[in-house]
């Protein structure tokens, strides 16, 4: 597959770097020589200067031969002509763009996106996913992690061992086999920053990062199992009242059991923001990272802290004063994956990273047919995707214990109909079930073609109102 990324930054490179790996023909345009020539010398892409939305450009960098265009550069503007100027004089057959302004998000200018006007296959909003995202995490505590999958029939859940948990010290296989009835089975492991889909002989060990495949009725059980204790937060601390946070704070407001607050720095913004929340949500302006403010906000009475400011540093500083202060947890926004590896050191519960969940998003549509869903993992060593079983594909000739799965991958679910079902090695998959599985990036490519129909191409999913795409 050819494909251009327009914007060489964190998203548009790490997409790059993805599709590239997988043997794809990548060409990366960014306005700024020393972005373009990073991309061009970090990874197996070409990496080429000049304005995305340019005919001239797009036509050098392989428009006309080109199966996709992922527009991700910073201007929402750029992205949108991009997309069409691909369409109309290249006639590129699949267009992605990156929009952040709401104005360009609401339902009643859908019509926009059609074929005949702006023609934008998928709408990536990072502001709407990243604050879905923290939602989500805030009604599963304990959790660093989670995703619905199969329109909410089983989750993907990030979860800690923690001190006492049962599953300490228990086999990977051992629990595997217990996966029907404890309504959970273990899909990767991440140690000693390493990740891995574990071996059964794995023994879990406390402070061990797990992914699991849950079923949501037996969600209480299964944080008993890794020793969390949580319940869902009442009072909640909102830092930073952009985008993000904005669009948690309007999903919030509509749950009548929460108290919340929300501080921003600049005037005329909070000013705003209480104006549209109205008096049930408390709005605090000034610099969060001042003790008074925090006092006025009573941060350490909160039960949850959420730091989603513009800048990385304010984010880390004020949920390290929050969690000092006796806030009982703290999530926070980081876009520097840098700083990852240190922040549990520091205490931060949840770390919530935009471009990630923009790049599980952006690969959601990128992947072949059969795949539906896709989430990256943390760690960057694989992915979790939904995939319908194709009748004469590899996945259903035989017993999943016989089919060939490649190292690297393992199927933790599989949909039928309304039943979610936690396979072992004699589940026969069926045409038209849906696959859940985790597969490290080195046998993603070796995946595909156990879920593909030998000599075919996949079929193309039907096209989406792209708005609607990303509201689901």
């Known amino acids: 597959m050819r494909v251009i990324v327009c914007g060489a930054g964190q998203v548009g490179s790490t997409i790059a770097r993805h599709l590239a790996r997988e043997g794809n023909d990548v060409t990366v345009i960014d306005l700024d020589p020393a972005q373009a020539r990073r991309a061009d010398e970090s990874y197996d892409v070409r990496g080429m200067v000049g304005h995305a939305s340019h005919p001239a450009t ?44 709401h104005g360009y998000l609401e339902p009643i200018w859908q019509d926009l996106y059609a074929l005949d006007q702006m023609p ?7 502001e709407r996913e990243v604050a879905r995202g923290i939602a989500r995490r805030l009604h599963t505590p304990g959790a660093f992690d989670m995703v ?112 919340l607050k929300l501080i921003e720095h600049d005037p005329q913004r909070a000013e705003a923001i209480a104006r549209e929340l109205g008096p049930d949500v408390v709005v605090l302006q000034g610099d969060a990272l001042e003790r008074d403010l925090l006092e006025e906000a009573h941060v ?25 202060a006796g806030c009982g947890r703290a999530v926070t926004l980081v876009n520097k994956a840098s700083y990852e590896p240190v922040l549990d050191a520091m205490g931060i519960d949840v770390v919530v990273s935009p471009s990630a969940i923009t790049i599980s998003s952006i690969l959601r549509h990128v992947r072949r047919g059969a795949i539906t869903q896709v989430h990256r993992l943390r760690g960057d060593f694989g992915e979790v995707l939904e995939a319908e079983a194709l009748a004469g594909s590899p996945l259903v000739a035989a017993p999943l214990g016989q089919v060939g799965l490649p190292r690297g991958m393992l199927v933790g679910a599989v949909l039928r109909g309304k039943d979610a079902i936690i396979p072992d090695a004699t589940t026969q998959v069926r045409p038209g079930d849906h696959v859940i599985a985790v597969v490290a990036h080195d046998a993603l ?28």
């Open 58 to 101: 797009l036509r050098e960098a392989g428009a006309q031969d080109a199966d996709l265009l992922v527009a991700v550069t910073r201007s929402d503007e750029v992205n949108m002509v991009a997309c069409q100027v691909a369409h109309s004089l290249f006639r590129v057959k699949r267009r992605i763009a990156r929009l952040r302004h």
């Open 120 to 126: 934008i296959d998928v709408i990536i909003s990072p």
């Open 148 to 259: 619905p999958l199969a329109e909410g029939r089983v989750q993907l859940l990030g979860l800690k061992v923690e001190d006492g948990a049962p599953v300490a010290g228990r086999s990977v296989g051992a629990l595997r086999q217990e996966a029907a009835r404890s309504g959970f089975v273990v899909v990767a492991l991440l140690r000693e920053d390493r990740a891995t889909v574990p071996a059964e002989t794995e023994r879990l060990r406390v402070g061990d990062d797990l992914y699991v495949i849950a079923q949501p009725a037996l969600m209480h059980r299964i944080m008993t199992a890794f020793g969390h204790r949580d319940v869902p937060a009442r009072r909640l601390l909102i830092v930073g009242g952009g985008n993000v946070g904005l669009h948690l704070a309007r999903r919030l407001a509509q749950e009548s059991l929460v108290s």
């Open 300 to 324: 350490g009475t909160v039960d949850t802290l959420v730091a989603v400011t513009n800048d990385d540093e304010t984010n880390i500083f004020v949920s390290v004063l929050a969690k000092r």
């Open 445 to 472: 490519r070796a995946a595909e073609t156990v879920l593909s129909i030998p000599g075919q191409e996949l079929p193309q999913r039907p096209p989406q109102n792209p708005i609607e795409a990303d509201e689901a």
